[in-house]
Nanobody
Framework: QLQLVESGGGLVQPGGSLRLSCAASGGTLDHYAIGWFRQAPGKEREGVSCISSSGDSTNYADSVKGRFTISRDNAKNTAYLQMNSLTPEDTAVYYC??????????????????WGEGTPVTVSS
């Protein structure tokens, strides 16, 4: 079974940057679309970004477009989320997920096949 582990979360100041990683084991990511989701305290899970299996297609939620960049390195079996210009509203636990259908549609958490445990991101001064 595919296992995903997020890393790179932590405490950053407003306006700062953070790069999250999603490392896979137990299989390869090269046939999966990868989605990033987040869940803030007291709020529902929110789709953030996705990238197709080949990396040819990416999509972003309106709330992060222009600030976040999703990427992947299939040779390293890892996906990334570069987050810039962070605000307190970005505070959440961030999850990566893999999806065999390769749809890359924002917010389609119900079609994701594998999930990581999440990495917390706190944006605060």
């Amino acid at each position: 079974q595919l296992q995903l582990v997020e890393s790179g979360g932590g405490l950053v100041q407003p306006g700062g940057s953070l790069r999250l990683s999603c490392a896979a084991s137990g299989g390869t990511l090269d046939h999966y679309a990868i989605g990033w989701f987040r869940q803030a305290p007291g709020k529902e899970r929110e789709g953030v970004s996705c990238i197709s299996s080949s990396g040819d297609s990416t999509n972003y939620a309106d709330s992060v477009k222009g600030r976040f960049t999703i990427s992947r390195d299939n040779a390293k079996n890892t996906a990334y989320l570069q987050m810039n210009s962070l605000t307190p509203e970005d505070t959440a636990v961030y999850y990566c997920a893999a999806e065999q259908l390769d749809l890359c549609v924002i917010g389609y958490y119900h079609v994701m096949d594998y999930w990581g445990e999440g990495t917390p991101v706190t944006v605060s001064s």
